[in-house]
């Protein structure tokens, strides 16, 4: 009994000890200083269990269809997409270093996130990272869709290819 005693004063002591950290300001929420692996680490793997638990949506047929691939990229350099994640030839904006996480590599992205996951990250933003929900700032989903088109291609775009896809009406 007198072990679970113990065991319930530490308790309380941590959690009053973790409330005064916290709450207290000793934790930095600086962006120009890294987290704890420990926390990246949670942070990262978090993040990953949502979107595969959160990503039900089916893709549209006409995912694969090259013409919607081509519309998703004019949509990826209009509505801000490619100020954080740049695109083929094309760097990202200055600002985007100071992010942390950095923003996620596209290309790569492409190859490990099912079509229904990048659409849900697209239309509903992640928490942590600067990815705003692009269906909050008014993209439809068909838009949304077409940008899983785009990045799901991304990996074989080449820069003349991205350029005339979003010069072209």
Known sequence: MRLLALI???????????????????????ENQDDPGIVSWALASVRGASVARHATEAPPANLDEPATAEAGARVYSTIG??????GPGVKWAKFSEGLKPVPADLAAM????????????????VKFTGMPSFGLAGAS?????????????????TEADYKTWTTSP
Do not use: M
């Not at 492409?110 to 933003?125: D, M, Q």
């Open 8 to 30: 319930g004063a530490l308790a309380v002591i941590v959690a009053i000890a973790a409330a005064i950290f916290f709450f207290g300001g000793f934790w930095s929420v600086a």
């Open 81 to 86: 997409c490619v100020n954080c994640h740049g």
């Open 110 to 125: 492409a190859k490990e996130r099912t079509p229904s996951e990048l659409f849900w990250v697209i239309k509903n933003g």
């Open 141 to 157: 989903d068909q838009d949304i869709w077409s940008i899983v088109a785009f990045v799901r291609k991304l990996p074989t775009v």
